[in-house]
């Protein structure tokens, strides 16, 4: 029989072991609820997890080989270029939020961070993003925004109504 401290000991050497075989960050991209892709620097894309597939709607068969430009509305596709540009001379961006298609048609919101992937001479290869859908937030702000504009409105009248009573009663 196995003591907790003897299984969690056993659970971390294999952790490790999974690290040094580079099958533990293969399991945690593939488990993770972020879209984590891989694509060159023209955009075509080389790896797709789980979490992209749930977030876009392609699977990674349909999108490995293709440009992700097919994920960006028309009208945002240079600045794809231009975060391309940036991210090469800057070594990085900061979060960035912006449009993309899902494999239906509809238009999320998404926050987007990027990483470079270099070879092991340091040279630029590709790019890794991390895509969040931030749809719901984007409205449930928009929802407190709203709210608290009527509140807003509201406190307005208020006030009016007080000076109003306040007139009257002088």
Excluded: C
Excluded at 31 to 55: H, P, Q, Y
Excluded at 75 to 97: F, V, W
Aim: proline share 2%; no cysteine; hydrophobic share 40%.
């Amino acid at each position: 029989m196995q003591t907790k401290a003897t299984q969690q000991k056993a659970d971390f050497d294999r952790l490790v072991e999974y690290d040094k075989k580079g099958t533990l960050s293969t399991l945690i991209i593939e488990s993770s609820d972020l879209a984590i892709k891989g694509k060159t620097l023209d955009g075509i894309v080389t790896s797709w997890n789980r979490g992209a597939e749930k977030i876009y709607g392609y699977t990674a068969a349909e999108m490995i080989g293709k440009n992700v430009s097919l994920l960006v509305p028309p009208n945002q596709i240079n600045d794809l270029d231009e975060l391309t540009k940036q991210l090469i001379e800057r070594d990085s961006i900061p979060m960035y939020d912006a449009k993309r298609i899902r494999k239906d048609g509809v238009v999320i919101d998404v926050r987007l961070s990027f990483s470079l992937i270099k070879d092991e001479n340091g040279r630029i290869i590709g790019i890794a993003t991390l895509d969040r859908d931030i749809t719901e937030l984007i409205i449930a702000n928009q929802k407190l925004a709203f709210q608290n504009e009527e509140k807003e409105k509201r406190a307005d009248e208020l006030i009016i109504a007080n000076q109003e009573l306040a007139f009257q009663n002088e």
